[in-house]
Nanobody
Framework: QVQLDESGGGLVQAGGSLRLSCVAS????????MGWFRQTPGKEREFVAA????????DYADPVKGRFTISRDHIKNTVYLQMNSLKPEDTAVYYC???????????????????WGQGTQVTVSS
C-alpha cells in the first residue's frame, strides 16, 4: 500500500498561483504512476492531471491545460502540481493518487488508481 501526504493548499486570489506537493511512501516511487484529482461539494471527483512512472508523459484535463503543470522528483519521492492563473472554478479539494503500474501512458481514470491521499483544500477568491 502507498501512503500519500499532500500539502500546499490554501486561499489565493484569482490569477494567483499555488504549488501542491504529494510525498509518496510504501513502494518504490519509480514504480508509481501518479495523478491529481479534485472534488467540489455535490459533484463527482474529476481528473486534473497525471504523470507516468518516469515523468516522460503527462496528461491534463481540458479546463487546466496551459495553466497547470504536473511534475515529479524521484529524489524526494514527490509529485507536484503547479497551478497558475487560478480561477474561482478551480476551488476544490485536491487529491493525490497512485497506481503501481509501469506504463508509458499516464492514467486519467479514477479506477486506475488504488491509493489516495486525504486531500488538500484549494480556495480561489474572485
Amino acid at each position: 500500500q502507498v501512503q500519500l501526504d499532500e500539502s500546499g493548499g490554501g486561499l489565493v486570489q484569482a490569477g494567483g498561483s499555488l504549488r501542491l506537493s504529494c510525498v509518496a511512501s510504501g513502494r518504490p516511487f519509480w514504480s508509481l504512476a501518479m495523478g491529481w484529482f479534485r472534488q467540489t461539494p455535490g459533484k463527482e471527483r474529476e481528473f486534473v492531471a497525471a504523470i507516468n512512472w518516469s515523468g516522460g508523459s503527462t496528461d491534463y484535463a481540458d479546463p487546466v491545460k496551459g495553466r497547470f503543470t504536473i511534475s515529479r522528483d524521484h529524489i524526494k519521492n514527490t509529485v507536484y502540481l503547479q497551478m497558475n492563473s487560478l480561477k474561482p472554478e478551480d476551488t476544490a479539494v485536491y487529491y493525490c493518487a497512485a497506481a503501481a503500474v509501469i506504463s508509458s501512458r499516464p492514467f486519467s481514470a479514477q479506477y486506475q488508481y488504488h491509493d489516495w491521499g486525504q486531500g488538500t483544500q484549494v480556495t480561489v477568491s474572485s
